[in-house]
């Protein structure tokens, strides 16, 4: 009961001060306690079970779950109907597809470990669009190559979710029961903020009572380092028109004369930034809470890899407010991201000589706390109002989504129990990270079921996420499975201690 | 053949200052001469072809010649088989598809009034590119409604170059002979600046010994007023990539450190323009030569019709340098319009939250006299070159289209006897007029042949050209019958008189 007791005045205390001053996410030194967990056998198994869970994964990332794309509303039914058809499979006590106003929730549980605490694992089994035309191979069938697997969703989060489901398998298969009760909630609405999430945590509190909770779609650091996130930032996406004129418009006939919407579009768009690279709409910086303390010390630690932006994207080059250093602006700072525009004559080849009368522009900002996503987005607004030349319309298309920052205090048994894990899995300790990505449901579950849910994810970060050719290592498939399997012994075995 | 000297002296007068100073386009007071030539009966036949005319846009439009695509190179050599096909069928004396460095040109004289002058006549059967979607029916399918054909090139030229061809087609039919001698030549890469159509000229000039000449891609100045161009603006294409990385990244994982290519591409976007709507370029307005007196006149004469632009466009909003009229701006000031822009998820549907890691834009620039269309082409890569932020590679497309933009008297005998003609047709004198589109192969004619092409054209300037549900009037096409016909037996009748 102690770490319940400590954890419940941390909530306490963090309840009363979450919204006020920065939570202190780093609380030094960070001692990792020794564990005697006997794994070998449970590794041979896996090895064993990889030929038929790589066929498992591969039916999964067939399925082209875009949960921000309609078109795709029926592939999010076969994709949860996939994953409750395989944990029924695997003995959970209970599993459902519970409907949502937008795409289901998968839930399932296993509910007889008597006197055992309550784990909840969070995953989604939603995957971004695809770029087709950018891929090497198709997006939504699973290739092998150099050890890895390329496909949409490989890494976020579908190969993410799949190893704590196939680590509670393989216990339940050689053992036929497992060291605590679990809870597994799958959401389809992540890449879109999960706007449904929190209605459903309300609806089903009954079926939530957990003890504490991890986070499937997490990192580690590299190869040989673990991670836990203290932090992740929220994220609000809008998308608006330009409009000049009701057509296009020939360029010598119109040309000088009537407005052209691409170029409005860049006037807008020009007219976020300021010369020194910050956001220029008016009060978007004032709910930003300054970095603490113990974040600042934090970054200290984290090694720089000078390599990895060259090798991930190609590039070396930096922009933001140099005000901050680079981790402080991808981790604390709030962004504004042009993720799309178009307009006019856009085919790969030729050219037509036209003044459009319609551009399309979407963003996206990474809040961070106190930001407010629906103020934001007003605030995005009456920007566009205020800096659209004459002549020009501006229609927002609302998608209502909005992940909320969050922070993750460094302390309390379920951040701990993690601690320790990771820091026999790796034979060293975890980093303290924090993450410029958003996961909209850890502050739902936060808020509603009153536990934090601390990262415990085996990706990483040049799996090329969002982008084209994601894939995962099939290694870190074999390790994640590990890392759970000690997790949830641990647990069983010190909760309450 | 005093209107001969007189032209051969307008064009050592016009020789030797055209690159100087502006050439006086306005010759007040123009007066019409009387024509007494009987269309009664030549306006029952065109009445009574008409289906079988009908029949045959419907299928020279079906063609998509889009010059400025590659995968349509052999659609350009059907277009111009079918013309080809057509005049041998009406009886020229001779018919050619000669190829170029680029699509094909169509020639075909007839030569057998002797003593008489030889008048040739321009037209384009390229088309420009479609956005299919934009359009309510198929563009590549003649539908009528309301007394109107929609379809790509309906009125841009492949309608307005086969006025001219029926109204041969009618004379040859009822009189076996002309009354003068004809050479049609109808250009493949009119929408791409015509880049080969000087080379053809210059290697074909004793095939084309012709003392006047006519555009058939001109205007009406609307349903019951003739009008004639006193000069047209040049035009150059640029298409340019800005890459800020070889993909698109998470805009959580490198949101704040990594530059985002639809920034860049809108802060250069909007370099190009200063806050009065000038443009921004250096050295951009260098040659720009300043209107003429008889030009200022000119416009003063040109009715205001204040609800066109909303017909048309849907707009009455108004754009460009305020130091100048609205039609000096669309006559006779250079623009510089972006034509396209495209970069990051741009699907119709979702969103995706990247930063994308290129973005393309693509120009147009309409020139004025004396601008250089490579030297404009030299300055906007400069310019963009200067105004890229840090991180960002940013590579062109040449396109090598460039027209020249031109100028012409209103005196001479060419002018004159279309000035007669429009006066009888539409009882009532033509406005003269110029216009901010380009049709480059205009200035090739008069540097290689030494002739003015002047516009004599029935469409008219709502008809959507090179914007999406372009049409032509039926109307309109009969009245360029008549108009036509008149004309020709006009020279015939008083050239060198």
């Known amino acids: 009961m102690k770490y319940r007791l400590i954890l419940f005045a941390l909530h306490l205390s963090l309840l009363a001060s ?11 030194p960070l001692v990792a306690r020794r564990i005697t967990i006997d794994t070998r056998e449970f590794e041979t198994f896996v090895k064993d079970a990889q030929p038929q869970q790589l066929r498992e994964l591969a039916e999964f990332l067939k399925i082209p779950s875009v949960s921000s794309v309609p078109a795709h509303k029926n592939d999010m039914v076969t994709a949860a109907e996939w994953l409750a058809k395989k944990l029924k499979t695997i003995g959970m006590t209970q599993t459902e597809v519970v409907a949502t106003a937008g795409h289901p929730i998968v839930f399932s549980k296993w509910n007889k470990a008597t006197g055992k605490p309550t784990v909840l694992i969070y995953g989604h089994y939603d995957v971004q669009p695809v770029k087709e035309n950018e891929w090497k191979t198709p997006p939504f069938v699973a290739t092998t190559s150099n050890e890895r697997i390329y496909a949409r969703g490989a890494a976020d989060d579908k190969g993410g979710l799949m190893i704590p489901i196939w680590a509670v398998e393989g216990i339940l298969k050689r053992e036929s029961s497992l060291p605590v009760n679990l809870v597994f909630l799958f959401d389809g609405e992540e890449e879109k903020g999960s706007p449904n999430f929190k209605k459903f945590l309300q609806t089903h509190q009954s079926l939530l009572k957990v003890d504490l909770a991890y986070n499937a779609d997490g990192m580690q650091f590299n190869d040989s380092t673990g ?6 930032r929220g994220s609000i996406a809008v998308e608006f028109e330009v409009r000049t004129a009701n057509t296009d418009a ?27 690279d910050k956001i220029a709409i008016e009060h978007f910086y004032d709910r930003v809470l300054p970095l603490s303390k113990s974040e600042q010390t934090m970054i200290t630690k984290v090694p720089n890899d000078e390599k990895k932006d060259k090798n991930d994207l190609g590039t ?20 504004l991201e042009v993720t799309g525009v178009w307009g006019g004559y856009t085919a790969e080849e ?6 459009p009368g319609s551009v399309h522009v979407r963003l996206n900002c990474r809040t961070v706390a106190d930001q407010n996503g629906v103020e934001i987005t007003r605030l995005i607004k009456q920007h566009v109002s205020k800096h659209s030349p004459k002549g020009v319309t501006v229609t927002f298309k609302d998608f209502e989504s909005y992940s909320t920052p969050i922070k993750f205090p460094a302390a309390g048994a379920p951040f701990q129990l993690a601690y320790d894990v990771l820091a026999t899995v790796y034979k060293k300790p975890p980093l303290l990270t924090a993450i410029g990505g958003s996961i909209g449901a850890l502050t739902d579950i936060k808020e509603v079921l009153g536990v934090y849910t601390y990262s415990f994810g ?3 970060g040049d799996e090329n996420f969002h982008a084209p050719n994601e894939f995962v290592r099939i290694a870190d498939i074999e390790k994640g499975q590990k890392a759970y399997y000690v997790l949830l012994k641990h647990i069983g075995n010190e909760w309450g201690k």
């Open 18 to 28: 979450a919204q006020k001053k920065p939570v202190d996410t780093v609380n030094n």
């Open 227 to 232: 991670s836990i996130w203290m932090s992740l």
């Open 250 to 276: 020939h360029s010598g006939i119109y040309g000088g004369k009537t407005p052209n919407a691409a170029k409005a579009a860049a006037q807008i768009i020009a007219s976020f930034y300021t010369p020194d």
């Open 316 to 335: 070396t080059a930096e922009t933001g407010d140099a005000a901050f250093s680079p981790l402080e602006r991808l981790w604390y700072r709030p962004t």
């Open 350 to 355: 030729g050219f037509a000589n036209i003044i």
């Open 458 to 460: 085996f990706q990483q």
